[in-house]
């Protein structure tokens, strides 16, 4: 059913229990978000300044309590949780709700929740908890019909509403490609998911050319044709919804974003439209990066960062710290080892024991990867800024959290997965 490797059909014999437990407390898995904690902690107290005044070591400890969260989650076998996942996606459910009537708004933005003793963010708790919901629903049901697209899509369209109006672009949109990600994986046609993700393209040119869409709309139409059995339906509803996503788009544009928002979309094409409004960030992140040189200025020497020219750089512009002070070399570095944890992560997707922990792990994957890749484009002026944080660097104690609780379900899967090796 699913594209991964499946061992179920290779030879081989159980190990024995010490042999695949050992040593994943010293797992590649575990120990490069631990390193990217410790990079970033320095980047933060750089950025910060006084001790007093730093969250740098809120980070670190964080970061090592999820180190160590992590690993007690690798010995929880994830058949024994999946009773608890409805429960779960319902009590999340109810905290993005509560946001609106009780969340603390920082920035013009309402996403968090007080509990008194800590805030925590439901939306990043969302990630997780609709990766393994979608992962619950597609194991049950193979994608053949449109109707089989149903559920799919409320599990994911109410988290997907009540995270964008807080409002919350960047997560909203890690949604919809983990969504579409894990649809792919379940072996739903690429056609689908390319009509799905088109969408955004429908938006844009509906604001910027719509005469475009005179030939854009027909096209979706000729993908749903060439990917159905029921051709003339399908394409009449590919084609219906599209218009449907046109006819939305400038109320989304004029109601769901704040006027920020859509300065960020707007101006990282030319930031220099307004050097010291919306297009500040961009142009100081690049300006950061590029005085970093080959080798950089060195941990906690970077000017520009010490003076704190780049607003928020702790949480979402963390990486042109890292261009700063470490430069070229440094930035290579961490990309090469964020490459090889995605790599590590769809390599467990494809032996995993069963769909079910297949579709979990991929979903995880497809979260990092895309979070990476935005983060990384916002930061040297490539795409817009969205507010999507940079996995294990950015400052944020729930996300840091709960991407290590992401890597302890992954390791999990990873331990029973090799039982079946030789």
Known sequence: MFRRISLLNKRGSLQKKDSFNRGYLFSPLLLIPLFFVVISGFLIKSIQGEFLVSNYLSHILTGFLGYFLA???????????????IPLYFCTLISLFLIYFFGISVSGAQRWLNLGIFSFQPSEVAKLSTVLTLALV??????????????????????????????????????????????????????????????????????????????????????????SKNKIIFSA?????????????????????????????????????????????????????????????????????????????????IF?????ELGFVGCMIVLFMFFFLIKKLIDTAKIARTNFESLIVIGIAATFLFQ?????????????????????????????????????????????????RI
């Not at 597609?138 to 409002?167: A, E, G, N, S």
């Not at 042109?320 to 700063?324: K, N, R, T, V």
């Open 71 to 85: 690993f007690f989650i690798s010995y929880i076998p994830l058949e024994r949780i999946r009773k608890y996942l």
């Open 237 to 317: 509803l590919s084609i219906s919804f599209h218009l449907l996503v046109a006819k939305l788009t400038p109320i989304l544009w004029q109601y769901g974003l704040k006027d920020y928002q859509k300065d960020r979309l707007v101006l990282f094409l030319d930031p220099n439209r307004d050097p010291l409004g919306g297009g500040y960030h961009l142009i100081q992140s690049q300006i950061a990066i590029g005085s970093g040189g080959l080798w950089g200025t060195g941990l906690l020497q970077g000017k520009l960062t010490n003076l704190q020219f780049i607003p928020e750089q702790h949480t979402d512009f």
């Open 138 to 227: 597609l194991d049950r049901k193979i994608i053949l019909t449109i109707k089989d697209l149903v559920l799919p899509f409320l599990v994911v369209i109410v988290p997907w509403l009540l995270i964008f109006f807080q409002p919350d672009l960047g997560t909203s949109l890690v949604l919809l490609v983990l969504t579409g990600v894990m649809l792919y994986w379940s072996q739903m046609p690429i056609e689908w998911i390319l009509i799905l993700i088109f969408c955004i393209v429908t938006s844009i040119l509906y604001l910027t050319s719509p005469t475009l869409l005179i030939f854009w709309i027909p096209f979706m139409g000729y993908l749903a044709y060439r990917s």
């Open 372 to 420: 990476i890749i935005i983060n990384l484009f916002m930061t040297i002026g490539l795409g817009p800024v969205t507010g999507i944080p940079l996995p294990f660097m950015s400052y944020g104690r729930t996300a840091l959290v709960i991407n290590f609780i992401s890597i302890g379900f992954v390791l999990s899967i990873l331990k029973r997965s090799r039982k079946l």
């Open 320 to 324: 042109s710290a890292l261009g700063e």
